[in-house]
């Protein structure tokens, strides 16, 4: 799954003998137009989530992979008020997601939380 989780900066060393990781030439056409279609992805996730979960969900894309198998790793953040419940709507979001022509299309690994409550309240 490591091809999924940026790369993080290593700490201290000659590194005179590696690319920088962090470095990357620009993106051929095939790979910008995998980035845009992971992105619609995104989006239409973030849709469904939000009409089994409601308006509260919050979605962010944790990796992105302009081709392959899986095309990217989403964290969405959703209310949770009991696990029974809980459970019934991400069966629910993963069917509609399953039968969705563009996430069927560009399948995403959907990492699920519960959101922070707002310490005001609000």
Same mark, same amino acid.
């Given at each position: &799954?490591?091809?999924?989780? %940026?790369?993080? #900066?290593?700490? @201290?060393?000659? +590194?005179? *003998?590696? =690319?920088?990781?962090? $470095?990357?030439?620009?993106?051929?056409?095939?790979?910008?137009?995998?980035?845009?279609?992971?992105?619609?992805?995104?989006?239409?996730?973030?849709?469904?989530?939000?009409?089994?979960?409601?308006?509260?969900?919050?979605?962010? &894309?944790?990796?992105?992979? %302009?081709?392959? #198998?899986?095309? @990217?790793?989403? +964290?969405? *953040?959703? =209310?949770?008020?009991? $696990?029974?419940?809980?459970?019934?709507?991400?069966?629910?979001?993963?069917?509609?997601?399953?039968?969705?022509?563009?996430?069927?299309?560009?399948?995403?690994?959907?990492?699920?939380?519960?959101?922070?409550?707002?310490?005001?309240?609000?």
């Amino acid at each position: &799954m490591s091809w999924l989780v %940026p790369n993080r #900066p290593g700490g @201290g060393g000659d +590194r005179s *003998d590696r =690319p920088e990781p962090h $470095l990357q030439g620009p993106l051929t056409r095939a790979e910008q137009v995998g980035r845009w279609e992971v992105r619609a992805a995104q989006w239409r996730a973030l849709e469904l989530a939000r009409q089994v979960f409601g308006s509260e969900v919050r979605g962010s &894309m944790i990796g992105v992979r %302009p081709r392959g #198998p899986m095309r @990217g790793l989403m +964290r969405l *953040d959703v =209310p949770f008020d009991e $696990l029974v419940r809980h459970r019934a709507r991400e069966v629910r979001f993963l069917a509609m997601a399953g039968v969705d022509p563009l996430l069927a299309r560009v399948p995403l690994l959907y990492v699920m939380g519960p959101a922070e409550e707002d310490p005001d309240g609000a």
